[in-house]
């Protein structure tokens, strides 16, 4: 089967019997033994477990709808009695007996785990080039980066090692890298998927789990099966149906807000390639504007939400670092529990104005990130200015985890150089239903299959 087949295609020809998941997942495995040494993607792969969990997808009745799908996790998540190494050195050696929340949920579901991705060190950057396992490389130009930090996940789906991936986002870490590598990148709603059963909230519910995928009505289909939440968590969202019954083209004319407006310069490629998609949204009968919320004064608090993150894991042994994270750690130190409050409160109080944009639209449009991939090497190169730089780079992103609103990346433009262009769909809290609409609208008008990755 074509290994860039939608997962759910996929799916529905293991139910029919016309594939079985044994032989997807073998044939991803070997893709992935062929493939990967260029790449860089999968960190560690997990074929014993992988071919248990098609076994029993195979001999299964139960109809779940990605039953028998090849997927990969990210080596920030535990799967229990593997590695979990966050991407750094000082974690090489560290394992878990239990498996996180959305992993435990990618194994009811029976979707067969080929390994776990690469990520920048505790996900940190926005490219992945920085931690434990060194670069992940581009497919569209291996010399670019696949951003970050869930770039593994992101190149294992554009370039046909799996058929859907889950990756986490505290910043943009789902998007950024489906922006930079040309694949749809989903972050739900706050609360949709429990960072249970260790962590109690990640980066003050920040982070969330997501799905990489190359189809819209994929990526819903695989927050279906990671979403949910344990008693006791700190947030949740009431599912309400299924998401994959919302990923089919919207009827409904939407009242929508575009801005390409951004702390650094926009590239025109970008820009124009946003602008056209307002174009088409218009042309679809949509009410659209120019215009989006300030979301400048989240820049300070966030970064000390992160940097009081980083403080509070059980680093033993400093030196392992890499340079950007042993910076972050010692400004930690310097972090009062006051300060923490404080920007923590702010971000909450800054929330109330920014949500308040969607009193009065619908959904805003915007570049996921201000430019393509960059080269490997340059993005944060300086580690004076890196900060600032990758505050710069996810201007469009972060707000959006500060809120807690659900968003999408979609592989919606190409730059002169063939890179993948990004954008961003941003809904009201809870919308997932109304942007997946809205982006299989835009799929079926300026489809995007089509475009794969040269590789052999």
């Excluded at 799905?211 to 819903?220: K, Q």
């Excluded at 920007?343 to 570049?367: G, Q």
Aim: hydrophobic share 40%; proline share 7%; with cysteine.
């Amino acid at each position: 089967m074509d290994p860039f087949a939608s997962a759910l295609d996929q799916a529905a020809a293991v139910r029919r019997r016309d594939v079985s998941s044994t032989e997807l997942t073998r044939a991803y495995l070997e893709r992935i033994e062929r493939l990967n040494p260029r790449l860089n993607a999968f960190v560690l792969t997990t074929p014993e477990l992988a071919l248990e969990q098609a076994k029993s997808a195979d001999e299964a009745n139960i109809g779940y709808p990605l039953r028998g799908v090849p997927t990969s996790v990210k080596d920030l998540v535990s799967l229990a009695g593997y590695p979990v190494t966050f991407g750094s050195r000082a974690f090489e050696d560290y394992s878990l007996p239990i498996d996180f929340f959305p992993v435990a949920r990618l194994k009811e579901e029976g979707c067969p785990i080929l390994g776990k991705t690469n990520l920048s060190e505790f996900g940190t950057r926005p490219t992945t080039e920085h931690g434990l396992f060194g670069a992940t490389h581009n497919p569209w130009n291996l010399g670019h980066s696949a951003g970050g930090s869930s770039g593994g996940a992101a190149v294992a789906v554009a370039a046909g090692l799996c058929a859907f991936a889950h990756g986490t986002d505290g910043g943009g870490s789902v998007r950024i890298p489906s922006s930079c590598c040309g694949t749809v990148g989903l972050k739900p709603s706050r609360g949709r998927v429990s960072a249970g059963p260790l962590l109690g909230e990640h980066w003050a519910g920040l982070s969330t789990d997501g799905v990489i995928a190359r189809t819209v009505s994929d990526a819903a289909a695989g927050l279906d099966a990671i979403a949910g939440h344990l008693p006791g968590d700190a947030y949740w969202a009431e599912l309400d149906g299924r998401f994959a019954d919302a990923a089919t083209p919207t009827d409904r004319k939407l009242r929508i807000g575009f801005t390409v407006r951004s702390s650094t310069k926009v590239d025109d490629e970008v820009s124009r390639c946003v602008r056209e998609v307002a174009r088409l949204l218009e042309g679809l009968g949509h009410r659209v504007t120019e215009g989006g919320p300030d979301t400048e004064p989240f820049r300070t608090p966030m970064q000390v939400i992160v940097v009081a993150g980083l403080g509070s894991l059980p680093i033993t042994d400093e030196s392992k670092l890499e340079p950007f994270n042993a910076l972050g750690l010692a400004l930690a130190k310097q972090v009062s529990a006051i300060d923490y409050v404080r920007s923590v409160d702010a971000i909450r109080m800054h929330s109330r104005i920014v949500v308040a944009f969607w009193d009065s639209h619908d959904v805003l449009v915007t570049p996921t990130v201000p430019r393509t991939a960059p080269p490997l090497g340059t993005l944060g190169a300086d580690l004076s200015a890196a900060g600032d730089d990758y505050m710069d780079f996810v201007g469009f992103t972060y707000p959006y985890n500060c809120t807690g609103q659900p968003a999408i990346s979609l592989p919606l433009g190409v730059d002169s150089r063939g890179m993948p262009i990004g954008v961003q769909l941003v809904g009201p809290p809870r919308g997932e239903a109304l942007i997946l609409g809205l982006a299989a609208q835009l799929e079926q008008a300026r489809p995007w299959s089509g475009r794969r990755p040269k590789l052999n």
